[in-house]
């Protein structure tokens, strides 16, 4: 099928203009040391398993010299290490120091700050069309289309919001864990005191969606003035690997710090790995253990702590 030459003209339009907004973040609004390309490699780094150059490359399409001049900086400021592959001895995995977690906590932050400033003129309405637009034009000119390429974040409730997480809970956690309608009676419960009590202030939650699907959530939940609660994290199966998960629990921490919490703690079943291995590597420490038989099966439900 051929290109409409009368739609390349408003394409390349399209281009320049939004290349013009790149620039703008670029020069005037990161005030940092570091380009939009090094906070990228920094973003890939953190949300890789096992990362390695050549994985870096193929995700991001940089080319292999400008990536080596940036892990070489990178390795001089202290802000990643590596460690060698015991699969290919050629082979490096390259992982975030504690500084390098800090500084790309800090870019995150800038670029957060950025987008807000230019979205901020718009109205709600606009700023989901801009945001749908994005989507769709991703979407439609990505070379293989994945699930995650399509998701969007929001936090703004809505009517039927907490009805479908309800519905995902019950139904992924009967299908892999075993667990009965008990369960889905107790975060029925869960859902009733959070709604009930919601603050914006010192409560949050986070919605992942994808062509109107959800594809998975955390929340927050305020305890004190100094502790908070996360819940409800829940990914999806068709969306898991995707970097979804990581996603979403690095707004749930930042969200904390932001609110002034000093330390956040979840409960979480021992058969939970995947959710587990990434609490721990957030800095989540297991402080309690107990047995429980109540939703149909035996387990242990085991409570994790962060402090901030």
């Given at each position: 099928?051929?290109?409409?030459?009368?739609?390349?003209?408003?394409?390349?339009?399209?281009?320049?203009?939004?290349?013009?907004?790149?620039?703008?973040?670029?020069?005037?609004?990161l005030n940092s040391d570091?380009?939009?390309?090094?906070?990228?490699?920094?973003?890939?780094?953190?949300?890789?398993?096992?990362?390695?150059?050549?994985?870096?490359?193929?995700?991001?399409?940089?080319?292999?010299?400008?990536?080596?001049?940036?892990?070489?900086?990178?390795?001089?400021?202290?802000?990643?290490?590596?460690?060698?592959?015991?699969?290919?001895?050629?082979?490096?995995?390259?992982?975030?120091?504690?500084?390098?977690?800090?500084?790309?906590?800090?870019?995150?932050?800038?670029?957060?700050?950025?987008?807000?400033?230019?979205?901020?003129?718009?109205?709600?309405?606009?700023?989901?069309?801009?945001?749908?637009?994005?989507?769709?034009?991703?979407?439609?000119?990505?070379?293989?289309?994945?699930?995650?390429?399509?998701?969007?974040?929001?936090?703004?409730?809505?009517?039927?919001?907490?009805?479908?997480?309800?519905?995902?809970?019950?139904?992924?956690?009967?299908?892999?864990?075993?667990?009965?309608?008990?369960?889905?009676?107790?975060?029925?419960?869960?859902?009733?005191?959070?709604?009930?009590?919601?603050?914006?202030?010192?409560?949050?939650?986070?919605?992942?969606?994808?062509?109107?699907?959800?594809?998975?959530?955390?929340?927050?939940?305020?305890?004190?003035?100094?502790?908070?609660?996360?819940?409800?994290?829940?990914?999806?199966?068709?969306?898991?690997?995707?970097?979804?998960?990581?996603?979403?629990?690095?707004?749930?921490?930042q969200f904390c710090t932001?609110?002034?919490?000093?330390?956040?703690?979840?409960?979480?079943?021992?058969?939970?790995?995947?959710?587990?291995?990434?609490?721990?590597?957030?800095?989540?420490?297991?402080?309690?253990?107990?047995?429980?038989?109540?939703?149909?099966?035996?387990?242990?439900?085991?409570?994790?702590?962060?402090?901030?």
């Amino acid at each position: 099928m051929s290109a409409r030459t009368d739609i390349i003209p408003v394409i390349r339009q399209f281009n320049r203009f939004y290349t013009n907004i790149l620039g703008l973040l670029d020069q005037h609004l990161l005030n940092s040391d570091f380009s939009l390309s090094e906070a990228r490699v920094l973003y890939e780094i953190e949300n890789t398993n096992n990362c390695t150059a050549k994985i870096l490359i193929e995700k991001i399409r940089i080319d292999a010299g400008y990536l080596s001049r940036i892990i070489k900086r990178f390795a001089k400021l202290g802000l990643i290490y590596k460690t060698p592959s015991s699969d290919d001895g050629r082979s490096y995995f390259i992982r975030l120091t504690k500084s390098g977690q800090e500084t790309l906590s800090r870019l995150d932050s800038l670029s957060r700050e950025q987008i807000s400033q230019i979205i901020s003129p718009l109205t709600e309405s606009e700023q989901v069309n801009v945001a749908q637009s994005m989507i769709t034009i991703e979407a439609a000119l990505s070379d293989h289309a994945s699930p995650a390429r399509s998701v969007c974040v929001r936090t703004d409730l809505k009517p039927g919001d907490v009805g479908r997480l309800i519905h995902l809970h019950g139904w992924i956690y009967a299908q892999e864990c075993g667990y009965n309608h008990v369960f889905e009676g107790y975060v029925c419960r869960t859902f009733s005191d959070f709604l009930a009590n919601y603050s914006p202030d010192k409560d949050r939650l986070w919605l992942a969606e994808a062509g109107g699907e959800l594809a998975g959530a955390i929340a927050i939940a305020g305890r004190t003035a100094e502790k908070a609660q996360l819940r409800w994290f829940i990914i999806h199966p068709d969306y898991r690997g995707k970097g979804i998960g990581g996603t979403l629990l690095n707004e749930a921490i930042q969200f904390c710090t932001q609110a002034g919490y000093k330390s956040v703690f979840l409960e979480t079943t021992e058969d939970q790995k995947t959710a587990i291995q990434m609490y721990k590597k957030a800095g989540f420490t297991k402080i309690a253990e107990h047995r429980n038989s109540a939703w149909g099966v035996n387990h242990v439900e085991e409570t994790y702590e962060l402090l901030l």
